[in-house]
């Protein structure tokens, strides 16, 4: 009998787009089932590009908010899917909700704060069995498959190449004989994960002086550190602002290279396969790293790091100010050194 499964999804978009591993594997097991996820509507773009998912069950709930009523009326429209079974992702008690209050029979998940009841399938998590976040969500499926990463199909975002076109094309951007380089500066967690810009204007001039374009990108919020980049490099194209997610998504498939702080472009790039250079300041790539096959991590491995702090709580954020443009630079030669001998043979 075909199941009806709910994913009840995080609200970062890189945990989103690591999200994806579980969907491969209920998909791996449950060929026939029926799979949404239960999101905020700004994840559309990242839903629609997982071919393994039927829906998206959109969201409102402000960030971090309780949100009691909003929860029971889309839980309500929620019961006459017969959902058989949710995984919950998240593990804060209001995540729990929907899924509690829309009845589903099996709801499976971290028991997070205290949420026995809400959850009646519940994991303890152990954080040095699955210390990375994809083998957490993994674990939700299948606890086994969790403790080799191998087993873990890694994200993957499908591409559609008329969308590609139409975003260029609204962009004005032109893909030529050129090698486009895709920076992403920006980082929302705060700036203790950003790579300082000057370092990033310097890798932008080196690659345009070789006849690289080089593309910015990043949200609204990125817009000045992007705008101190540009600023430098008159042939720098600054998309910071201008993009959807969905855009986000089309621009970041044309990439030959991505430079990026750890942050959810990283974690798209990532996803589509693009040769990645991340640079890790104060958090830890032993739990979130990009997972494509052409990601190389860059970091100094500082005592004072990874602190997970927003702002450098000793005010020197040396773990990036200490990190230079030449260990980027070696890293992006090796990856289009390697990309270059897969080509050949």
């Known amino acids: 009998m075909k199941k009806n499964i709910l994913v009840i999804g995080p ?10 591993s579980l969907v491969q594997l209920i998909r791996r097991t449950e060929p026939e089932a029926n799979i949404d996820v239960l999101a905020p509507a700004w994840c559309a773009p990242l839903v629609a590009r997982m071919p393994e998912v039927r829906r998206l069950v959109e969201t409102s709930f402000a960030h971090g908010a309780l949100s009691w009523q909003n929860r029971r009326a889309i ?12 995984y919950i992702l998240p593990n804060s008690f209001k995540s729990a909700l929907v899924p509690w209050f829309a009845k589903i029979p099996v709801r499976r998940g971290y028991t997070g704060e205290q949420r026995f009841g809400l959850v009646n399938d519940r994991l303890a998590l152990d954080k040095h069995r699955w210390p990375l976040m994809i083998q957490r969500f ?21 591409t559609d190449t008329d969308s590609v076109i139409e975003t260029l094309n609204n962009l004005g951007l032109c893909i030529n004989d050129s ?12 700036a203790a994960k950003q790579w300082p810009a000057h370092y990033y204007a310097e890798l932008a001039r080196e690659k345009t002086e070789t006849g690289w374009q080089v593309w910015l990108m990043g949200s609204k919020n ?11 490099d008159p042939k720098v ?29 990283m974690h798209v790039a990532a996803a589509l396969q693009r040769p990645l250079v991340a ?49 980027v630079a070696e890293q992006i030669d090796q990856l289009l050194d390697h990309n270059s001998k897969e080509a050949s043979v």
């Open 11 to 20: 609200s970062w978009v890189g945990d989103m787009v690591m999200a994806h």
């Open 75 to 86: 839980s309500k429209q929620l019961r006459g899917e017969a959902y058989d079974y949710a």
């Open 138 to 158: 993994a674990a939700l499926h299948d606890e086994q498959t969790a403790d080799d990463m191998s087993a873990i199909p890694a994200p993957r975002l499908s």
């Open 179 to 190: 090698d486009i380089l895709i920076l992403c500066p920006g980082a929302e967690f705060g």
């Open 222 to 232: 990125d817009e000045a550190i992007c705008r101190q980049i540009a600023d430098i």
């Open 237 to 265: 194209v600054n998309l910071a602002g201008r993009t959807s997610l969905l855009q986000a998504l089309d621009v970041m498939s044309c990439a030959n290279m991505v430079v990026t702080n750890d942050s959810g472009l």
């Open 279 to 327: 640079v890790y300041g104060s958090t830890d790539p032993a739990f979130t790293p990009p997972l494509g096959e052409y990601s190389k991590v860059v970091r100094l491995g500082l005592d004072c790091s990874p602190c997970f702090k927003r702002q450098c709580p000793l005010g020197h954020l040396n773990c990036l100010n200490q990190l230079p443009v030449k260990m």
